[in-house]
């Protein structure tokens, strides 16, 4: 079956048509395969971002720190301490150390 000339200039004016299906065909599976890159980086990015919950135990909460018994006080301080923070040395330790009362106040900015 030979093919006509009026054949022929349908399939020509119909040729630009046919190759834009197949460059979108083309084009599809790369868009397709950016648009997946793309999802995978976002849950990343998601998941390095967002806090991560906590794992139970298994003692049904979250483990707790048990206070040392002996040298504590009922107040919380230990043996030893005032009020303000600081200790205050036994006869012993006074003699271990020097205490330098500027020591700490100076900040040195220019280095």
Same mark, same amino acid.
């Given at each position: ?6 054949? =022929?200039?349908? =399939?020509? /004016?119909? =040729? ?22 793309? %999802?995978?980086?976002?849950? /990343?990015?998601?998941?390095?971002? /967002?806090?991560?919950?906590? %794992? ?24 030893? %301490? ?20 500027? =020591? ?8």
């Amino acid at each position: 079956m030979p093919i006509q000339p009026i054949d =022929l200039q349908t =399939l020509f /004016t119909q =040729l630009d048509k046919v190759g834009k299906n197949e460059a979108a065909q083309k084009d599809g599976a790369q868009i397709q395969a950016a648009v997946q890159g793309a %999802r995978i980086q976002k849950k /990343t990015d998601e998941k390095a971002h /967002t806090v991560n919950e906590t %794992r139970d135990t298994g003692q049904g909460g979250v483990e707790r720190i048990k206070d040392r018994k002996g040298g504590a006080s009922s107040s919380g301080g230990g043996a030893g %301490r005032q009020g303000n923070g600081r200790e205050t040395p036994t006869p012993d330790a006074s003699r271990a150390y020097i205490q330098d009362p500027d =020591l700490g106040k100076n900040i040195d900015v220019s280095g």
